[in-house]
Nanobody
Framework: QVQLVESGGGLVQAGGSLRLSCAASGSIFGINAMGWYRQAPGKQRELVARINNAGRATYANSVKGRFTISRDKPQNTVFLQMNSLEPEDTAVYYC?????????????WGQGTQVTVSL
């Protein structure tokens, strides 16, 4: 099993910044990628950003140029730097880790951290 613990959410005004952190522990050997998803009220969970073991990052179009994902592999921690926040970024943000297995993948999730952006 893999445990993911997020921190760094909160309330911020539009245009402000927040930095989310996610620390992984447990059976982390074989984790191929880590990332962040978010879910706003009444909406489906969506990918925000992910980074693989080679350091390649991908982003949702809505956050490109504003958010940056990074990973401290020795510390098994992934970060999401969020700048120029907008009210539309308000959501619960979930840390995700993926282990690719034969024929599929196994996803691990954190408990979520609330990000609220006010006008």
């Amino acid at each position: 099993q893999v445990q993911l613990v997020e921190s760094g959410g909160g309330l911020v005004q539009a245009g402000g910044s927040l930095r989310l952190s996610c620390a992984a522990s447990g059976s982390i050997f074989g984790i191929n990628a880590m990332g962040w998803y978010r879910q706003a009220p009444g909406k489906q969970r969506e990918l925000v950003a992910r980074i693989n073991n080679a350091g390649r990052a991908t982003y949702a179009n809505s956050v490109k140029g504003r958010f940056t994902i990074s990973r401290d592999k020795p510390q098994n921690t992934v970060f999401l730097q969020m700048n120029s926040l907008e009210p539309e970024d308000t959501a619960v943000y979930y840390c995700n880790a993926v282990r690719e297995v034969l024929g599929g993948r196994v996803d691990y999730w954190g408990q979520g951290t609330q990000v609220t952006v006010s006008l």
